[in-house]
């Protein structure tokens, strides 16, 4: 009976400990925004399912972006904008902040234009009263957020991911690609320049510098705020007879950390593989079925080519999953740069007067003339100038054992994760060249 009773309590301590899971989904929205969209049914529209190995090394990077920046958080109690503004002057600081909200208002854009396309698509709502509603609703899920907490909100962005996920990838479905095919995209080739300049831009869009901001913040709260968590926390340090006492904000019993760590890893990798099969299903559903088209481009021809080949209803899942990615994607975006300001300049704004601020830059630009498409290529332009000012410091300051003491990075982490900043700030830099050089 003893054992038995034993067994019985660690599956319950582990049953509670899953319950610390959340934040790397709210993050993991960045990956879904409406800018991957026409990337990846371009990308198999046009090359078929040549590229599926982008996407599985995108993610696989993304893992460790994401893991180092929870990291960060749950072992110092701090995010990563409150960590770089101690380590700087006033004005360095206030420049910083600058970049990163430039970096912040330019991510906003992108997802409110896709709320607003995609309001257009299904309703025929004009493109700045759709961007109006995407806003409003926006502020509604921040105030949720403000009013019931992390844990409540992560709860509305998780039902939004769910949506997404339907959304996107109903079409295969209906229309299942090539099992073979899929395998043989697992290879890593290319098909000339074009598909070469495609994977780049894949690959350089990958991690999102406000996502880097906010997951260290969001796995900081976890602990500090949350009571469900706290309780948590106190049961297994009951469990294994060490103080139930737990101290705030930030948790200094190793075994603990290290545990709060694991937790972290399975809640990044669940995260990120749901995140990165939504955009392989995108490219899948595309090179199963959208073979040639060529306006698959633009979100609007996109959304056109999907009602051709596979019917209204699995274009009208689309839009809806593009609905849901705009509306919690620029949510998580103003809380990214709330987050962002708090930690830099120790300025807090309510969340939904940030909303109405960075909301109308975003109408103006979405009543002129600008095609939709080209405002969303510009957003990506100016987030290339922020992914080394996110990715470098982070990789520094996750192997500074004055930091993080033990749990600093790895040899081996740290070397890998280099590699993959690298790449990342390397391929941002070459598409910012490239796109300003037409």
């Known amino acids: 009976m003893r054992p038995r009773a034993a067994s019985s309590r660690s599956v319950l301590r582990r049953l509670r400990?899953?319950?610390?899971?959340?934040?790397?989904?709210?993050?993991?929205?960045?990956?879904?925004?409406?800018?991957?969209?026409?990337?990846?049914?371009?990308?198999?529209?046009?090359?078929?399912?040549?590229?599926?190995?982008?996407?599985?090394?995108?993610?696989?990077?993304?893992?460790?972006?994401?893991?180092?920046?929870a990291k960060l958080g749950v072992v110092t109690g701090r995010s990563l904008p409150e960590v770089l503004a101690d380590r700087m002057t006033r004005r360095g600081r206030i420049a910083y902040w600058?970049?990163?909200?430039?970096?912040?208002?330019?991510?906003?854009?992108?997802?409110?234009?896709?709320?607003?396309?995609?309001?257009?698509?299904?309703?025929?709502?004009?493109?700045?009263?759709?961007?109006?509603?995407?806003?409003?609703?926006?502020?509604?899920v921040l105030s949720i957020q403000q009013r019931r907490g992390q844990r409540v909100f992560e709860t509305v962005v998780l039902t939004m991911l769910g949506v997404i996920v339907v959304g996107f990838c109903a079409g295969l479905v209906v229309a299942p690609p090539d099992p073979g095919a899929v395998v043989e995209g697992l290879v890593p080739r290319f098909a000339g320049t074009d598909s070469v300049l495609l994977a780049a831009s894949m690959?350089?869009?990958?991690?999102?510098?406000?996502?880097?901001?906010?997951?260290?913040?969001?796995?900081?709260?976890?602990?500090?705020?949350d009571l469900a968590v706290r309780e948590v926390l106190t049961e297994l340090r009951g469990a294994d007879g060490s103080p139930t006492e737990v101290d705030a904000p930030s948790v200094p019993d190793p075994g603990?950390?290290?545990?709060?760590?694991?937790?972290t890893r399975i809640d990044v990798v669940a995260a990120l593989v749901i995140a990165g099969g939504v955009n392989i299903a995108m490219l899948l559903l595309a090179a199963a079925n959208l073979p040639g088209r060529a306006d698959t481009d633009t979100i609007e021809g996109a959304h056109a080519?999907?009602?051709?080949?596979?019917?209204?209803a699995v274009a009208v899942l689309f839009g809806v999953g593009l609905l849901a990615s705009g509306l919690a994607s620029t949510a998580v975006g103003a809380?990214?740069?709330?987050?962002?300001?708090?930690?830099?300049?120790?300025?807090?704004?309510?969340?939904?007067?940030?909303?109405?601020?960075?909301?109308?830059?975003?109408?103006?630009?979405?009543?002129?003339d600008v095609s939709p498409t080209y405002l969303l290529?510009?957003?990506?332009?100016?987030?290339?100038?922020?992914?080394?000012?996110?990715?470098?410091?982070l990789v520094r300051v996750t192997a500074d054992a004055g930091l993080l003491g033990r749990f600093r990075n790895a040899r081996a982490t740290q070397a890998v994760a280099w590699l993959v900043a690298g790449i990342i700030v390397g391929l941002n830099v070459a598409l910012l060249w490239l796109t300003v050089a037409g």
Do not use: C, K
């Open 98 to 140: 600058l970049q990163a909200e430039a970096v912040a208002m330019a991510t906003d854009l992108a997802e409110v234009i896709g709320g607003a396309l995609a309001l257009r698509l299904l309703f025929d709502v004009p493109l700045v009263l759709g961007g109006l509603i995407t806003g409003v609703v926006s502020m509604l």
């Open 377 to 393: 290529v510009l957003s990506q332009v100016v987030l290339s100038f922020g992914i080394p000012f996110a990715m470098i410091p």
């Open 17 to 69: 400990a899953l319950s610390l899971l959340g934040p790397a989904f709210v993050a993991a929205i960045a990956y879904v925004d409406p800018g991957n969209v026409a990337a990846n049914l371009t990308a198999g529209a046009e090359f078929g399912y040549l590229l599926v190995w982008v996407l599985v090394m995108a993610n696989a990077m993304a893992v460790l972006v994401q893991y180092l920046s």
């Open 203 to 225: 690959l350089g869009a990958t991690v999102m510098p406000h996502a880097i901001y906010l997951h260290s913040s969001l796995a900081r709260d976890r602990v500090r705020h």
């Open 335 to 368: 809380y990214a740069g709330s987050e962002i300001m708090a930690g830099l300049l120790h300025l807090r704004v309510p969340l939904v007067v940030r909303r109405v601020v960075t909301l109308v830059p975003a109408l103006l630009l979405l009543s002129t």
């Open 256 to 263: 603990l950390v290290e545990r709060l760590l694991r937790v």
């Open 305 to 312: 080519a999907i009602a051709d080949a596979l019917g209204p």
